[in-house]
């Protein structure tokens, strides 16, 4: 399995970005899926994470209110919509999923490449 994060960029302080995270490979189900961030020198954070059918969402205190997590199953895509960006959130953002391949009872985790947000303020 793939995980190939997309939609980071440079927007101004205020601004609206929206991230994507898509799944490839075959004869896999992914189950909770979360976006992470990590910012120069600082470690690696949970931004918001989101439940197998998408009922269930949580988020860091510090984007409450602001950034809101989804996905399409049906797409194998994750997404992070981020409104009123600030400074601070300037990071690199990784998406995490956990897989299971169908006849394995394992459950896996993978990460993607990460994409860079960078808030001009």
């Known amino acids: 399995v793939q995980l190939v994060e997309s939609g980071g960029g440079l927007v101004q302080a205020g601004g609206s970005l929206r991230l994507s995270c898509a799944a490839s490979?075959?004869?896999?189900?992914?189950?909770?899926m979360g976006w992470y961030r990590q910012a120069p020198g600082k470690q690696r954070e949970l931004v918001a994470g989101?439940?197998?059918?998408?009922?269930?969402?949580n988020y860091a205190d510090s984007v409450k209110g602001r950034f809101t997590i989804s996905r399409d199953n049906a797409k194998n895509t994750m997404y992070l919509q981020m409104n009123s960006l600030k400074s601070e959130a300037t990071a690199v953002y990784y998406c995490?999923?956990?897989?299971?391949?169908?006849?394995?009872?394992?459950?896996?985790?993978?990460w993607g490449q990460g994409t860079q947000v960078t808030v001009s303020s």
């Open positions: 995490n999923a956990k897989i299971d391949y169908w006849g394995d009872p394992g459950l896996y985790e993978y």
């Open positions: 490979g075959s004869t896999f189900s992914i189950f909770a």
């Open positions: 989101i439940t197998e059918g998408g009922g269930r969402t």
